[in-house]
Protein backbone atom coordinates (compact mmCIF):
# COMPACT_ATOMS: atom_id res chain seq x y z
CA UNK A 1 0.00 0.00 0.00
CA UNK A 2 1.58 3.26 -1.04
CA UNK A 3 2.30 5.60 1.98
CA UNK A 4 1.59 9.56 2.35
CA UNK A 5 2.33 9.26 5.97
CA UNK A 6 6.09 10.94 7.57
CA UNK A 7 5.43 9.18 11.21
CA UNK A 8 9.59 10.38 11.10
CA UNK A 9 8.04 13.46 12.00
CA UNK A 10 6.02 13.03 15.14
CA UNK A 11 9.02 12.42 17.06
CA UNK A 12 11.57 15.50 18.18
CA UNK A 13 14.54 16.19 19.29
CA UNK A 14 14.98 17.01 23.04
CA UNK A 15 15.85 20.23 22.17
CA UNK A 16 12.66 21.07 20.50
CA UNK A 17 10.15 19.71 23.39
CA UNK A 18 8.24 23.37 24.54
CA UNK A 19 9.60 24.24 27.33
CA UNK A 20 5.94 24.24 29.23
CA UNK A 21 5.44 20.57 29.03
CA UNK A 22 8.58 19.41 30.20
CA UNK A 23 9.46 17.67 33.08
CA UNK A 24 11.77 19.99 35.88
CA UNK A 25 13.71 17.18 36.07
CA UNK A 26 13.85 13.74 36.44
CA UNK A 27 11.54 12.44 39.05
CA UNK A 28 13.21 9.54 41.04
CA UNK A 29 11.44 8.30 43.65
CA UNK A 30 13.16 6.87 46.66
CA UNK A 31 10.72 6.94 48.88
CA UNK A 32 7.14 5.10 49.81
CA UNK A 33 4.44 5.61 52.28
CA UNK A 34 4.26 2.95 55.06
CA UNK A 35 2.60 2.85 58.63
CA UNK A 36 2.56 6.85 58.34
CA UNK A 37 5.62 7.50 57.20
CA UNK A 38 7.79 8.36 53.80
CA UNK A 39 10.37 5.49 54.24
CA UNK A 40 13.74 5.51 52.29
CA UNK A 41 14.32 2.90 49.79
CA UNK A 42 17.94 2.20 49.32
CA UNK A 43 17.71 -1.40 47.02
CA UNK A 44 17.21 -1.54 43.42
CA UNK A 45 14.76 0.82 41.03
CA UNK A 46 12.89 0.37 37.79
CA UNK A 47 13.46 2.82 35.52
CA UNK A 48 10.68 4.44 33.59
CA UNK A 49 10.67 5.57 29.90
CA UNK A 50 7.99 7.87 28.57
CA UNK A 51 6.78 6.13 25.34
CA UNK A 52 7.49 9.43 23.75
CA UNK A 53 10.92 8.95 21.99
CA UNK A 54 13.42 11.55 21.00
CA UNK A 55 15.69 11.84 18.14
CA UNK A 56 19.51 11.48 18.96
CA UNK A 57 22.00 10.62 16.69
CA UNK A 58 22.57 6.82 17.50
CA UNK A 59 18.39 7.10 16.42
CA UNK A 60 15.01 7.17 18.68
CA UNK A 61 15.41 6.53 21.96
CA UNK A 62 12.41 6.74 24.74
CA UNK A 63 12.88 9.66 27.08
CA UNK A 64 13.91 8.85 30.17
CA UNK A 65 11.59 10.15 32.93
CA UNK A 66 12.37 8.90 36.12
CA UNK A 67 12.74 6.05 38.33
CA UNK A 68 10.59 3.67 41.37
CA UNK A 69 11.57 1.26 43.88
CA UNK A 70 10.96 -2.06 43.24
CA UNK A 71 10.45 -3.78 47.11
CA UNK A 72 10.51 -6.70 47.75
CA UNK A 73 7.76 -9.04 50.35
CA UNK A 74 9.15 -7.88 52.98
CA UNK A 75 8.02 -4.11 52.38
CA UNK A 76 4.99 -5.48 51.22
CA UNK A 77 4.41 -7.16 54.51
CA UNK A 78 5.20 -4.38 56.62
CA UNK A 79 2.78 -2.28 55.06
CA UNK A 80 0.34 -5.07 55.01
CA UNK A 81 0.71 -5.19 58.70
CA UNK A 82 0.55 -1.05 59.32
CA UNK A 83 -3.18 -1.52 57.29
CA UNK A 84 -4.24 -4.25 59.66
CA UNK A 85 -2.86 -2.18 62.83
CA UNK A 86 -4.60 0.83 61.56
CA UNK A 87 -8.00 -0.94 60.93
CA UNK A 88 -7.69 -3.10 64.42
CA UNK A 89 -10.03 -5.61 63.64
CA UNK A 90 -12.36 -2.22 63.15
CA UNK A 91 -11.66 -0.50 66.83
CA UNK A 92 -9.12 1.78 65.09
CA UNK A 93 -9.26 5.28 64.95
CA UNK A 94 -10.03 5.34 61.34
CA UNK A 95 -13.15 2.68 61.17
CA UNK A 96 -14.28 4.50 64.30
CA UNK A 97 -14.25 7.91 63.28
CA UNK A 98 -17.60 9.84 62.14
CA UNK A 99 -18.61 10.11 59.04
CA UNK A 100 -18.10 14.14 59.10
CA UNK A 101 -14.55 13.53 60.25
CA UNK A 102 -13.60 10.94 58.06
CA UNK A 103 -15.49 13.52 55.19
CA UNK A 104 -12.94 16.12 56.77
CA UNK A 105 -10.23 14.34 56.11
CA UNK A 106 -10.34 13.39 52.57
CA UNK A 107 -11.44 17.19 51.77
CA UNK A 108 -8.13 18.20 53.11
CA UNK A 109 -6.16 15.33 50.97
CA UNK A 110 -8.21 16.82 48.08
CA UNK A 111 -7.36 20.57 48.96
CA UNK A 112 -3.21 19.05 48.93
CA UNK A 113 -4.31 16.85 45.72
CA UNK A 114 -5.03 20.21 43.61
CA UNK A 115 -1.73 21.45 44.34
CA UNK A 116 0.19 18.88 42.78
CA UNK A 117 -1.92 19.26 39.62
CA UNK A 118 0.41 20.33 37.38
CA UNK A 119 3.06 18.28 37.93
CA UNK A 120 0.88 14.96 37.87
CA UNK A 121 -0.98 16.08 34.39
CA UNK A 122 2.36 16.09 33.03
CA UNK A 123 3.24 12.74 34.76
CA UNK A 124 0.03 11.39 33.09
CA UNK A 125 1.21 12.47 29.73
CA UNK A 126 4.57 11.41 30.11
CA UNK A 127 3.89 8.09 31.72
CA UNK A 128 1.37 6.87 29.33
CA UNK A 129 1.27 9.40 25.98
CA UNK A 130 -1.88 10.33 27.02
CA UNK A 131 -2.68 14.19 25.47
CA UNK A 132 -1.92 16.58 27.47
CA UNK A 133 -5.46 18.43 27.34
CA UNK A 134 -7.21 14.69 28.27
CA UNK A 135 -4.56 14.83 31.19
CA UNK A 136 -5.41 17.64 32.37
CA UNK A 137 -9.28 16.46 32.27
CA UNK A 138 -8.53 13.19 33.94
CA UNK A 139 -7.13 14.88 36.75
CA UNK A 140 -10.31 17.46 36.78
CA UNK A 141 -12.69 14.90 36.31
CA UNK A 142 -10.70 12.71 39.51
CA UNK A 143 -11.38 15.67 41.82
CA UNK A 144 -15.19 16.79 40.69
CA UNK A 145 -15.29 12.33 41.66
CA UNK A 146 -13.88 12.76 44.99
CA UNK A 147 -15.95 15.66 46.01
CA UNK A 148 -19.46 13.66 44.05
CA UNK A 149 -18.37 10.82 46.89
CA UNK A 150 -18.29 13.33 49.31
CA UNK A 151 -21.84 14.60 48.72
CA UNK A 152 -23.24 10.96 48.15
CA UNK A 153 -22.46 9.86 51.16
CA UNK A 154 -23.53 12.93 53.06
CA UNK A 155 -26.75 11.94 51.37
CA UNK A 156 -26.26 8.44 53.09
CA UNK A 157 -25.68 9.26 56.30
CA UNK A 158 -28.62 11.93 56.45
CA UNK A 159 -30.92 8.91 55.58
CA UNK A 160 -29.33 6.93 57.91
CA UNK A 161 -29.48 9.29 60.95
CA UNK A 162 -33.11 8.37 62.05
CA UNK A 163 -34.29 5.40 63.88
CA UNK A 164 -36.78 3.02 62.60
CA UNK A 165 -39.35 1.08 64.64
CA UNK A 166 -40.81 -2.22 63.10
CA UNK A 167 -42.30 -4.82 64.79
CA UNK A 168 -41.95 -3.44 68.69
CA UNK A 169 -37.76 -3.18 67.61
CA UNK A 170 -35.85 0.22 67.28
CA UNK A 171 -33.03 0.22 65.00
CA UNK A 172 -30.26 2.76 63.49
CA UNK A 173 -28.86 1.18 60.10
CA UNK A 174 -25.87 2.44 58.57
CA UNK A 175 -23.00 1.43 56.84
CA UNK A 176 -19.69 0.35 57.85
CA UNK A 177 -16.42 -0.63 56.74
CA UNK A 178 -15.16 -3.93 55.82
CA UNK A 179 -11.47 -4.00 56.50
CA UNK A 180 -7.97 -3.66 54.74
CA UNK A 181 -8.38 -3.01 50.89
CA UNK A 182 -5.67 -3.88 48.65
CA UNK A 183 -6.04 -1.33 45.46
CA UNK A 184 -4.09 -2.07 41.88
CA UNK A 185 -5.67 0.40 39.37
CA UNK A 186 -4.78 0.44 35.29
CA UNK A 187 -2.18 2.25 33.06
CA UNK A 188 -4.94 3.63 30.88
CA UNK A 189 -6.48 5.61 33.37
CA UNK A 190 -4.06 5.24 36.32
CA UNK A 191 -5.27 8.49 38.23
CA UNK A 192 -8.65 8.52 37.65
CA UNK A 193 -10.16 4.47 37.49
CA UNK A 194 -7.73 4.42 40.27
CA UNK A 195 -9.27 6.70 42.70
CA UNK A 196 -13.23 5.22 41.65
CA UNK A 197 -12.23 2.79 43.74
CA UNK A 198 -9.30 4.22 46.48
CA UNK A 199 -11.15 6.96 47.59
CA UNK A 200 -14.66 5.05 48.37
CA UNK A 201 -12.80 2.25 49.79
CA UNK A 202 -10.94 5.01 52.15
CA UNK A 203 -14.00 7.37 52.92
CA UNK A 204 -15.93 4.70 53.92
CA UNK A 205 -13.66 3.44 57.06
CA UNK A 206 -11.35 1.37 55.09
CA UNK A 207 -7.10 0.78 55.13
CA UNK A 208 -5.65 0.24 52.03
CA UNK A 209 -2.76 -1.17 49.98
CA UNK A 210 -2.23 0.58 47.44
CA UNK A 211 -0.26 -0.64 44.36
CA UNK A 212 0.46 1.96 41.80
CA UNK A 213 -0.20 0.38 38.14
CA UNK A 214 3.56 -0.34 36.32
CA UNK A 215 2.67 2.28 33.64
CA UNK A 216 1.56 5.24 35.58
CA UNK A 217 3.37 4.41 38.87
CA UNK A 218 5.57 8.24 39.24
CA UNK A 219 2.17 10.26 38.55
CA UNK A 220 0.96 9.60 42.08
CA UNK A 221 4.63 10.12 43.97
CA UNK A 222 3.54 13.96 43.88
CA UNK A 223 0.56 12.84 46.63
CA UNK A 224 2.09 10.63 48.73
CA UNK A 225 2.31 13.70 51.03
CA UNK A 226 -0.88 14.87 51.11
CA UNK A 227 -2.04 10.81 51.71
CA UNK A 228 0.46 11.26 54.51
CA UNK A 229 -0.49 13.88 56.27
CA UNK A 230 -4.43 14.10 55.60
CA UNK A 231 -5.23 10.28 57.14
CA UNK A 232 -3.68 8.95 60.30
CA UNK A 233 -1.11 6.34 60.87
CA UNK A 234 -1.23 3.39 58.56
CA UNK A 235 -4.53 4.30 56.43
CA UNK A 236 -2.99 4.66 53.33
CA UNK A 237 0.22 2.46 52.85
CA UNK A 238 1.87 2.33 49.16
CA UNK A 239 3.27 -1.10 47.70
CA UNK A 240 5.92 -1.13 44.98
CA UNK A 241 7.77 -4.23 43.11
CA UNK A 242 7.02 -6.88 40.87
CA UNK A 243 3.02 -7.71 41.08
CA UNK A 244 3.68 -11.47 41.18
CA UNK A 245 6.36 -10.85 43.69
CA UNK A 246 4.86 -8.95 46.45
CA UNK A 247 1.19 -9.70 45.55
CA UNK A 248 0.92 -13.25 45.96
CA UNK A 249 1.97 -13.32 49.68
CA UNK A 250 -0.46 -10.78 50.66
CA UNK A 251 -3.35 -12.73 49.60
CA UNK A 252 -1.99 -15.65 50.75
CA UNK A 253 -2.05 -14.05 54.45
CA UNK A 254 -5.73 -14.38 54.66
CA UNK A 255 -5.52 -10.75 55.80
CA UNK A 256 -6.75 -8.75 52.80
CA UNK A 257 -10.67 -8.60 53.30
CA UNK A 258 -11.31 -6.32 49.83
CA UNK A 259 -9.45 -7.09 46.30
CA UNK A 260 -10.12 -4.30 44.08
CA UNK A 261 -8.62 -4.55 40.89
CA UNK A 262 -9.26 -2.86 37.53
CA UNK A 263 -6.87 -5.25 35.18
CA UNK A 264 -7.32 -8.87 33.89
CA UNK A 265 -9.64 -11.45 34.73
CA UNK A 266 -7.20 -14.21 34.31
CA UNK A 267 -4.89 -12.24 37.11
CA UNK A 268 -8.45 -11.62 38.93
CA UNK A 269 -8.74 -15.20 39.29
CA UNK A 270 -5.48 -16.67 40.32
CA UNK A 271 -5.45 -14.03 43.24
CA UNK A 272 -8.52 -15.38 44.44
CA UNK A 273 -7.50 -18.75 44.67
CA UNK A 274 -4.90 -17.51 46.64
CA UNK A 275 -7.10 -16.44 49.59
CA UNK A 276 -7.32 -18.99 52.43
CA UNK A 277 -10.93 -18.14 52.84
CA UNK A 278 -12.51 -16.62 49.74
CA UNK A 279 -15.69 -16.44 51.38
CA UNK A 280 -14.04 -13.61 53.35
CA UNK A 281 -12.77 -12.00 50.58
CA UNK A 282 -15.27 -8.84 48.65
CA UNK A 283 -13.68 -8.44 44.88
CA UNK A 284 -14.84 -5.34 43.34
CA UNK A 285 -12.89 -5.95 39.86
CA UNK A 286 -13.27 -3.96 36.33
CA UNK A 287 -12.19 -6.37 34.00
CA UNK A 288 -11.63 -7.61 30.53
CA UNK A 289 -13.74 -6.11 27.65
CA UNK A 290 -14.75 -6.74 23.93
CA UNK A 291 -17.60 -4.21 23.30
CA UNK A 292 -19.14 -4.37 20.55
CA UNK A 293 -20.95 -1.74 18.12
CA UNK A 294 -23.94 -3.17 16.04
CA UNK A 295 -25.17 -1.17 12.90
CA UNK A 296 -28.18 -1.89 11.52
CA UNK A 297 -29.50 -1.42 7.94
CA UNK A 298 -31.95 1.43 9.53
CA UNK A 299 -29.23 3.51 11.01
CA UNK A 300 -27.88 6.95 10.47
CA UNK A 301 -24.43 6.04 9.16
CA UNK A 302 -22.80 9.79 9.43
CA UNK A 303 -23.66 9.22 13.42
CA UNK A 304 -22.47 5.94 13.10
CA UNK A 305 -19.21 6.73 11.63
CA UNK A 306 -18.00 9.58 14.14
CA UNK A 307 -19.48 7.67 17.65
CA UNK A 308 -16.94 4.60 16.40
CA UNK A 309 -14.25 6.74 15.52
CA UNK A 310 -14.74 8.63 19.01
CA UNK A 311 -15.56 4.93 20.69
CA UNK A 312 -12.68 2.65 19.19
CA UNK A 313 -9.99 5.34 19.02
CA UNK A 314 -10.42 7.76 21.58
CA UNK A 315 -6.80 7.54 23.80
CA UNK A 316 -5.92 5.18 20.75
CA UNK A 317 -8.67 2.56 21.69
CA UNK A 318 -7.03 1.92 24.98
CA UNK A 319 -9.85 2.12 27.27
CA UNK A 320 -12.25 -0.97 28.75
CA UNK A 321 -15.16 0.67 27.43
CA UNK A 322 -13.97 1.06 23.77
CA UNK A 323 -15.58 -0.67 21.04
CA UNK A 324 -13.63 -3.47 19.59
CA UNK A 325 -15.59 -4.97 17.23
CA UNK A 326 -17.98 -2.91 14.81
CA UNK A 327 -21.03 -5.43 13.71
CA UNK A 328 -22.22 -3.70 9.94
CA UNK A 329 -25.05 -4.29 7.96
CA UNK A 330 -23.81 -6.08 5.17
CA UNK A 331 -25.64 -3.01 2.85
CA UNK A 332 -23.86 -0.38 4.43
CA UNK A 333 -20.42 -2.01 4.97
CA UNK A 334 -18.88 -0.43 1.88
CA UNK A 335 -20.07 2.84 2.14
CA UNK A 336 -19.63 2.38 6.30
CA UNK A 337 -15.83 1.83 5.86
CA UNK A 338 -15.48 4.45 3.02
CA UNK A 339 -16.85 6.69 5.93
CA UNK A 340 -15.06 5.20 8.43
CA UNK A 341 -11.50 5.43 6.88
CA UNK A 342 -12.34 9.07 5.58
CA UNK A 343 -12.84 10.26 9.34
CA UNK A 344 -9.53 8.50 11.06
CA UNK A 345 -7.87 10.19 8.11
CA UNK A 346 -8.80 13.50 9.74
CA UNK A 347 -7.29 12.51 12.98
CA UNK A 348 -4.50 14.37 14.12
CA UNK A 349 -1.38 11.99 15.54
CA UNK A 350 1.68 13.52 16.87
CA UNK A 351 3.13 13.93 20.68
CA UNK A 352 0.68 14.57 23.73
CA UNK A 353 1.58 18.22 24.47
CA UNK A 354 0.18 19.11 20.88
CA UNK A 355 -3.21 21.00 20.64
CA UNK A 356 -5.56 19.00 19.34
CA UNK A 357 -3.75 15.60 18.80
CA UNK A 358 -5.53 12.45 19.24
CA UNK A 359 -3.19 9.54 18.20
CA UNK A 360 -0.11 9.69 20.62
CA UNK A 361 2.50 6.71 21.09
CA UNK A 362 1.46 3.70 23.38
CA UNK A 363 3.13 3.16 26.54
CA UNK A 364 3.42 -0.85 26.50
CA UNK A 365 6.56 -2.21 25.51
CA UNK A 366 4.90 -5.01 23.33
CA UNK A 367 1.85 -3.41 22.28
CA UNK A 368 3.01 -2.51 18.66
CA UNK A 369 4.14 -6.46 17.85
CA UNK A 370 1.10 -7.68 19.11
CA UNK A 371 -0.94 -5.30 17.32
CA UNK A 372 0.90 -6.63 14.38
CA UNK A 373 0.16 -10.34 14.91
CA UNK A 374 -3.59 -9.24 14.94
CA UNK A 375 -3.79 -7.48 11.89
CA UNK A 376 -1.51 -10.88 10.04
CA UNK A 377 -3.63 -13.12 11.22
CA UNK A 378 -6.71 -11.14 10.26
CA UNK A 379 -5.06 -11.02 6.46
CA UNK A 380 -3.89 -14.70 6.88
CA UNK A 381 -7.81 -15.36 7.31
CA UNK A 382 -8.74 -13.44 4.68
CA UNK A 383 -9.18 -10.23 5.60
CA UNK A 384 -7.78 -6.33 4.58
CA UNK A 385 -6.67 -3.44 6.36
CA UNK A 386 -9.04 -1.20 4.40
CA UNK A 387 -7.68 2.52 5.20
CA UNK A 388 -5.21 4.07 4.23
CA UNK A 389 -1.69 3.79 6.32
CA UNK A 390 -3.54 1.47 8.48
CA UNK A 391 -1.53 -0.18 10.76
CA UNK A 392 2.12 1.68 10.22
CA UNK A 393 4.43 1.79 12.88
CA UNK A 394 7.12 3.73 14.19
CA UNK A 395 8.55 2.60 16.74
CA UNK A 396 5.90 2.78 20.03
CA UNK A 397 3.35 5.26 17.36
CA UNK A 398 0.97 2.38 15.40
CA UNK A 399 -1.22 4.31 12.79
CA UNK A 400 -4.59 3.41 13.23
CA UNK A 401 -5.86 0.26 11.20
CA UNK A 402 -9.57 -0.74 9.72
CA UNK A 403 -9.55 -4.11 9.51
CA UNK A 404 -12.67 -6.02 7.05
CA UNK A 405 -14.22 -8.75 6.55
CA UNK A 406 -13.04 -10.26 10.42
CA UNK A 407 -14.22 -13.30 10.95
CA UNK A 408 -14.61 -16.06 13.90
CA UNK A 409 -11.17 -17.22 13.12
CA UNK A 410 -9.54 -14.24 13.64
CA UNK A 411 -7.69 -13.32 17.21
CA UNK A 412 -9.49 -9.99 15.86
CA UNK A 413 -12.84 -11.73 16.74
CA UNK A 414 -11.65 -13.21 20.13
CA UNK A 415 -9.00 -10.94 22.14
CA UNK A 416 -9.62 -7.80 23.15
CA UNK A 417 -6.76 -6.17 21.24
CA UNK A 418 -6.69 -2.71 23.52
CA UNK A 419 -5.07 -0.48 20.73
CA UNK A 420 -6.06 1.39 17.67
CA UNK A 421 -6.96 -1.52 15.68
CA UNK A 422 -11.09 -1.24 14.36
CA UNK A 423 -11.93 -4.99 13.25
CA UNK A 424 -15.51 -4.60 11.51
CA UNK A 425 -17.74 -7.81 10.39
CA UNK A 426 -20.63 -7.93 7.61
CA UNK A 427 -23.69 -9.10 8.95
CA UNK A 428 -27.29 -10.14 7.26
CA UNK A 429 -29.44 -10.97 10.07
CA UNK A 430 -29.46 -9.55 14.02
CA UNK A 431 -29.48 -12.38 15.22
CA UNK A 432 -25.65 -13.46 14.00
CA UNK A 433 -24.21 -10.04 16.14
CA UNK A 434 -26.91 -11.17 19.30
CA UNK A 435 -25.38 -15.09 19.24
CA UNK A 436 -21.75 -13.04 19.22
CA UNK A 437 -22.61 -11.54 22.41
CA UNK A 438 -23.86 -14.64 23.99
CA UNK A 439 -20.94 -16.43 22.97
CA UNK A 440 -18.50 -14.04 24.11
CA UNK A 441 -16.59 -14.55 27.45
CA UNK A 442 -17.66 -10.77 28.29
CA UNK A 443 -19.95 -8.52 29.09
CA UNK A 444 -19.72 -5.14 29.64
CA UNK A 445 -21.98 -3.14 27.03
CA UNK A 446 -22.53 -3.10 23.56
CA UNK A 447 -24.18 -0.09 21.07
CA UNK A 448 -26.98 -0.12 18.77
CA UNK A 449 -27.39 1.99 15.98
CA UNK A 450 -30.54 2.58 14.15
CA UNK A 451 -33.56 4.55 13.77
CA UNK A 452 -35.58 2.03 13.84
CA UNK A 453 -37.84 1.47 17.61
CA UNK A 454 -38.95 -2.02 16.18
CA UNK A 455 -35.49 -3.24 15.37
CA UNK A 456 -34.17 -1.36 18.41
CA UNK A 457 -36.86 -3.13 20.80
CA UNK A 458 -35.59 -6.37 19.69
CA UNK A 459 -31.99 -6.08 20.37
CA UNK A 460 -32.50 -4.33 23.92
CA UNK A 461 -34.11 -7.07 25.54
CA UNK A 462 -31.96 -9.70 24.75
CA UNK A 463 -28.80 -7.58 25.40
CA UNK A 464 -29.44 -6.42 28.69
CA UNK A 465 -29.32 -9.65 29.88
CA UNK A 466 -25.69 -10.33 27.96
CA UNK A 467 -24.53 -6.82 29.19
CA UNK A 468 -24.72 -4.57 31.61
CA UNK A 469 -25.46 -1.40 29.71
CA UNK A 470 -26.61 -0.89 26.10
CA UNK A 471 -26.28 2.33 24.22
CA UNK A 472 -28.30 3.48 21.69
CA UNK A 473 -27.18 5.72 18.80
CA UNK A 474 -23.88 6.63 21.26
CA UNK A 475 -20.18 5.02 22.01
CA UNK A 476 -20.04 2.63 25.00
CA UNK A 477 -18.39 4.92 28.10
CA UNK A 478 -18.66 5.13 32.06
CA UNK A 479 -20.01 8.29 32.47
CA UNK A 480 -21.71 9.78 33.72
CA UNK A 481 -20.24 8.74 37.32
CA UNK A 482 -23.64 8.60 38.90
CA UNK A 483 -24.72 5.73 36.28
CA UNK A 484 -23.67 2.15 37.89
CA UNK A 485 -20.53 0.81 36.06
CA UNK A 486 -20.37 -3.23 35.90
CA UNK A 487 -20.10 -5.84 33.41
CA UNK A 488 -21.49 -9.71 33.06
CA UNK A 489 -19.32 -12.42 32.72
CA UNK A 490 -15.21 -12.10 32.85
CA UNK A 491 -16.12 -8.43 32.35
CA UNK A 492 -16.47 -7.07 36.35
CA UNK A 493 -17.65 -8.16 39.64
CA UNK A 494 -19.19 -5.55 42.00
CA UNK A 495 -20.67 -2.03 40.86
CA UNK A 496 -19.09 1.15 40.51
CA UNK A 497 -20.46 4.44 40.46
CA UNK A 498 -20.37 7.06 42.75
CA UNK A 499 -22.93 5.28 45.30
CA UNK A 500 -22.65 1.96 44.53
CA UNK A 501 -18.95 2.34 44.89
CA UNK A 502 -19.90 3.72 48.60
CA UNK A 503 -22.13 0.58 48.88
CA UNK A 504 -19.29 -1.98 47.30
CA UNK A 505 -16.73 -1.00 49.86
CA UNK A 506 -19.28 -1.43 52.69
CA UNK A 507 -21.82 -3.32 54.64
CA UNK A 508 -24.79 -2.39 56.15
CA UNK A 509 -24.79 -2.95 59.81
CA UNK A 510 -27.43 -2.13 62.58
CA UNK A 511 -28.03 -1.40 66.16
CA UNK A 512 -31.85 -2.82 67.29
CA UNK A 513 -33.40 -3.34 70.70
CA UNK A 514 -37.03 -3.55 71.65
CA UNK A 515 -38.80 -0.47 71.97
CA UNK A 516 -39.49 -0.29 75.80
CA UNK A 517 -39.22 2.90 77.96
CA UNK A 518 -35.93 1.48 79.67
CA UNK A 519 -34.73 1.42 76.24
CA UNK A 520 -35.80 4.71 74.59
CA UNK A 521 -34.08 6.11 77.85
CA UNK A 522 -31.05 4.79 77.33
CA UNK A 523 -30.81 5.44 73.06
CA UNK A 524 -31.86 8.82 73.97
CA UNK A 525 -28.56 9.29 76.90
CA UNK A 526 -26.60 7.77 74.39
CA UNK A 527 -27.08 10.18 71.49
CA UNK A 528 -27.66 13.17 73.40
CA UNK A 529 -24.44 12.40 75.62
CA UNK A 530 -22.55 11.89 71.80
CA UNK A 531 -20.80 8.76 72.95
CA UNK A 532 -21.06 6.51 70.09
CA UNK A 533 -20.24 7.16 65.98
CA UNK A 534 -22.06 5.34 64.94
CA UNK A 535 -25.12 5.54 66.57
CA UNK A 536 -26.14 9.08 66.30
CA UNK A 537 -28.87 11.77 64.94
CA UNK A 538 -26.09 14.04 63.28
CA UNK A 539 -27.57 15.59 60.36
CA UNK A 540 -24.29 16.19 58.42
CA UNK A 541 -25.24 19.43 55.78
Known amino acids: MSTTLNLESIFVEESQIPDEFRLKEEIDQKEFLSNGEMKTWNGPFNEVFSPVCVKTPEGYKRKRIGSFPVCTEKESTEALDAAVAAYDN ?17 ENFTRKMIEQKEIVAKLIMWEIGKSYADSVKEF ?27 QGIVAQVRRSPLGVVLCMGPFNYPLN ?10 IMGNTLLFKPPKHGTLLHYPLLEAFRSSFPKGVVNTIYGRGNTIVPGLMKSGKINVLTLIGSSKVANELKKLHP ?11 DAKNAAI ?31 VYIHRSLAQEFLKRLSAE ?37 HGAKVVNKNGGQTLETFVYPAIVYPVNSNMKLYREEQFGPIVPVVPFDDLEEPIEYLIGSPHGQQVSIFSNNAAVISSLIDPLVNQVSRVNINCQCQRGPDAFPFTGRKDSAEGTLSVVDALRSFSIRSLVATKFTDDNKKLLNEIVNGNDSNFLSTKYIF
Open 90 to 106: GRGQWPTMSVADRITCV
Open 140 to 166: DRTVEYIYATIDALKDIDRQSSRFEIE
Open 193 to 202: ETFTTLIPAL
Open 277 to 287: KVNRLRAILGL
Open 295 to 325: ITKDADLDLAVSETVLGSLSFNGQRCTALKI
Open 344 to 380: VEKLKFGMPWEKGVNLTPLPELNKPEYLKECIDDAIA
